[in-house]
């Protein structure tokens, strides 16, 4: 499955969350299967505040994984750092074809 993660983070606490991200490579490389391993599309900032916005700099990325609990390490391994929010997504083809598989 692939997510649309949203990520928010504080200025201040880059140096930490360079710290912690270089971990995360360092288990992908020994290929850990404590994170997500498929990162579709590099981290972006956002150049528009989201709604509700809790710090500094806004983000996203996209990762794809069938386990869950890729996502909740990935969450901890973070916190309290950086905000982190998931919303599983689908190819809108997948979808037609689901849509269609159930009209009957």
Do not use: C
Not at 2 to 11: D, Q, S, T
Not at 18 to 30: G, S
Not at 56 to 82: K, R
Request: glycine share 2%; proline share 5%; aromatic share 14%.
């Amino acid at each position: 499955m692939k997510y649309l993660a949203f990520i928010e983070r504080n200025v201040g606490d880059f140096e930490r969350l360079t710290e912690l991200w270089k971990q995360v490579q360092d288990e992908r490389e020994k290929r850990s299967d404590m994170f997500p391993k498929t990162l579709l599309f590099e981290p972006h900032t956002l150049q528009a505040d989201l709604p509700n916005k809790t710090r500094d700099l806004q983000g996203f990325f996209i990762f794809e994984t069938e386990d869950q609990s890729h996502l909740m390490n990935y969450v901890m391994h973070y916190a309290p750092y950086m905000n982190i929010r998931f919303i599983p997504i689908t190819e809108d083809r997948k979808t037609a074809e689901a849509w269609l598989g159930w009209e009957r």
